[in-house]
């Protein structure tokens, strides 16, 4: 049967994609909308994600095809049977199906044999190499030979190898048991009244990431204080050329161009490790910004792409844009990839020194607490001046303690007075 036969065995229908029956959800918001117009689903793809106080659901497709039209977008409200888009799936025509099926099941039945005998043949040549009292060995202790990996040549099996695999899985089987007991040994609701609840979708997506992060990187935080008087009362006298307003600059914005200038001095800071086991780092020559956010959904950490060729005053609206987007959800997912090194601060909530977690591929986070008014020996003389506390935390594989110093000093410099006038030009 010729191609064209072939497409003339379908048709094109349009099929309403609903919300199906979701248990006690009802009239709930759509956090995220996962598809545009025009794109191609397959079936269980998700199409939509929801939230309820209790927790998020992802409403997958029902059928192959492709998006004709979107009923709904972030923010409605959506309960069962609301029709969520429109989708052109391709059905085939039932009785040539079924003509079809019976020329080509020959041919498949042939493929079937053909493909029985290659694998054979590959577990025949690939069978592990080992004696037969090695093997007697193995069976009796009721393991698998197959799965032991072999010390001698060609990974040939020897006693020892059986005894480790043995001994390995012992081990194992004692640590989980120990985990087990520690979890199990008494329950939350024996000490008095407790609720259950879902981890916020956000959260429950970064601890993946942070978990990986924390387990794999050495961290090693450096704390030190920045004396930013100087900037603050340049940062407080800056006004608008038009209106002879007050700007109003976060000094967040400061802190992303003083990183960038650090960063360009200490290249080893903007660079990835997730080629590290085969001895690769990629340095990059890009400066994009991470900012922790925080949202009632969880932590997020937008980029500022390019803070290199932006002033101040054009970081400092888009601090805000990303901001928003992020606590109403309209930021996009690739924005929180694809960063240089990310800043967390803690400067409107409070505390001073702590220790952040590195934003995994990169290689060192700086952590900015509250800033505080001091008594400082300053010029031969105890004068009071702003000091900004400054958490450094680094890969220790990547970067080593003296680097990070002179990093942190080198972004205390460029916080001062000279530096940030010129910054913010």
């Known amino acids: 049967m010729g191609i064209n036969q072939c497409l003339l065995n379908y048709k094109m229908l349009n099929k309403e994609i609903k919300v199906p029956n979701i248990g006690e959800f ?12 025009g794109q191609l689903v397959s079936k269980n793809d998700p199409l939509i994600t929801i939230e ?17 039209k979107l009923n709904i977008k972030v923010g409605d409200k959506v309960s069962e049977g609301n029709t969520i888009l429109t989708l052109e799936v391709k059905e085939k025509n039932k009785e040539e199906t079924k003509i079809q ?4 099941k020959p041919k498949i ?4 044999k053909i493909i029985k005998a290659k694998v054979e043949r590959i577990n025949a040549s690939e069978k592990t190499a080992a004696s037969p009292n090695v093997r007697k060995f193995a069976r009796e202790l009721g393991v698998n030979i197959d799965q032991i990996p072999g010390s001698e040549r060609k990974g040939r099996v020897i006693e020892n190898d059986v005894k480790n695999f043995i001994s390995s899985r012992i081990n194992k089987t004692e640590q989980s048991q120990e985990r087990k007991k520690i979890i199990i040994e008494y329950s939350h609701s024996d000490f008095g009244e407790i609720e259950i609840k879902d981890i916020p979708r956000v959260k429950k997506i970064a ?27 340049f940062r407080n006298s800056l006004t608008d050329t038009y209106t002879g307003e007050k700007k109003k600059i976060t000094p967040l914005a400061f802190i992303v161009k003083a990183l960038v200038a650090s960063l360009k001095k200490f290249p080893n800071f903007n660079c990835s490790i997730d080629d590290i086991e085969n001895g690769k780092i990629t340095i990059k020559k890009y400066f994009h910004i991470g900012i922790a956010v925080d949202t009632p959904h969880g932590l997020m950490v937008p980029k500022i792409r390019n803070a290199n060729n932006k002033n101040i005053s054009h970081i400092s609206n888009e601090l805000k844009t990303v901001s928003e987007e992020c606590k109403n959800l309209k930021i996009k997912k690739k924005e929180f990839f694809g960063g240089s090194m990310t800043i967390t601060s803690l400067g409107g909530i409070g505390g001073s020194f702590f220790t952040p977690i590195i934003n995994y591929p990169e290689v060192a986070i700086l952590g900015i607490g509250k800033a505080e ?6 010029n031969n003389k105890f004068q009071t001046r702003i000091m900004l506390p400054l958490s450094l935390s680094y890969d220790h594989r990547i970067i080593d303690g003296a680097e990070a110093s002179r990093f942190n000093n080198d972004i205390k410099e460029n916080l001062g007075r000279n530096f940030a006038y010129k910054l913010a030009i």
């Not at 309820?52 to 029902?62: L, N, R, W, Y």
């Not at 039945?109 to 079937?112: C, N, P, R």
């Open 26 to 37: 009802k009239d709930v918001e759509v956090i995220e909308v996962l598809v545009s117009t």
């Open 52 to 68: 309820s106080d209790k927790s998020s659901v992802e409403i997958p497709s029902t059928y192959e095809g492709e998006v004709k």
């Open 101 to 104: 099926n019976e020329e080509i």
């Open 109 to 112: 039945e042939k493929e079937k």
């Open 207 to 233: 601890s993946t990431y942070l978990v990986n992060s924390w387990t794999t990187i050495p961290h090693v935080t450096n704390h030190d204080e920045a004396d930013i008087t100087e900037m603050e009362n």
């Open 373 to 378: 008014k001091k008594q400082i020996f300053f």
